[in-house]
């Protein structure tokens, strides 16, 4: 990696521990512990960009396809036992091939996904998490839950790994590519936000959505609406991918 890149990729990690703890990530999330936040990472960019990422192998993370394309070199960011930031290299990425980055403003459909490839195994804390085989997602008005290490629309992300409960929202009816959440009638803002790009939306034991985008109300960034891709339309393209490099995904 270029020296600047790498200097740009340690000055995000230190910005990141520098936040004032207060700052929530997920908007109306709580900070937990389990196997959701075992089975995360963050995703880090040279341009200072921040994103969750999903562990399907210890080799392996499943991520937002801007997450893997918006920086010039990227770096998958944990804390170990310690305390201390940890910046892994990767080697290989593979971008969906329906991803489209001009998508949003030409108002396109996308499969914004990508699986990066590690230099080196994750530590063995770290549970690859199980995926949803099904190709129909959930209808409106079923829970569940979105985590990730985002920001809360008024700050940045302080590092911590959050989660939050939402609902199937079905704004255009039932959905065969994309899963859109809301925080639920009557209830305050909730969802995704910057940083949470890439997270897990899971329900019961297995991510059946990646997170990629979100929206908010009035002067709120976040916590209206929350968009992700469902992951078992796109089993094809994921197994495809982690058995050219020798991983095996959990699907259930």
């Known amino acids: 990696m270029p020296r600047t890149s790498t200097r740009l990729l340690y000055a995000a990690v230190a910005a990141l521990l520098s936040v004032a703890p207060p700052a929530r990530a997920v908007v109306g999330g709580a900070e937990v512990d389990g196997a959701l936040k075992a089975s995360t990472v963050m995703v880090l960019g040279s341009a ?14 499943l991520t937002a396809g801007h997450c893997a394309t918006n920086a010039a070199e990227h770096r998958i960011h ?14 290989d990425v593979a971008v969906h091939p ?8 030409g108002r396109r459909r996308s499969i914004d996904l990508a699986l990066v490839r590690l230099a080196t195994p994750l530590p063995a804390r770290f549970v690859p998490a199980g995926l949803t085989a099904a190709a129909v997602p959930p209808r409106a ?16 992300s302080d590092g911590r790994f959050r989660s939050a409960e939402l609902s199937v929202a079905e704004p255009y009816g039932p959905g065969t590519v994309l899963l859109w959440l809301a925080p639920g009638a009557g209830a305050a803002a909730a969802g995704g936000c910057e940083g949470d790009s890439g997270g897990p939306i899971a329900r019961g ?10 929206k908010g109300n009035g002067r709120a960034a976040c916590g209206a609406m929350t968009q992700g891709v469902l992951v078992g339309p796109q089993r094809g393209w994921i197994d495809r991918t982690l058995a050219a490099w020798g991983a ?3 699907w259930r």
């Not at 999903?54 to 392996?60: L, R």
């Not at 034991?205 to 979100?214: F, K, L, M, R, Y």
């Open 248 to 250: 095996d995904p959990r």
């Open 98 to 105: 329906n991803y489209d980055a001009g998508a949003i403003k």
């Open 141 to 156: 008005g079923t829970r569940v839950v979105l985590g990730g290490y985002g920001a809360d629309g008024k700050g940045r």
């Open 78 to 91: 944990y804390m170990d036992g310690g305390g201390q930031p940890v910046l892994l290299s990767i080697a």
């Open 205 to 214: 034991d297995a991510v059946i959505a990646v997170t990629t985008w979100s």
């Open 48 to 61: 200072g960009n921040v994103c969750t990422g999903i562990v399907v192998a210890p080799t392996a993370v």
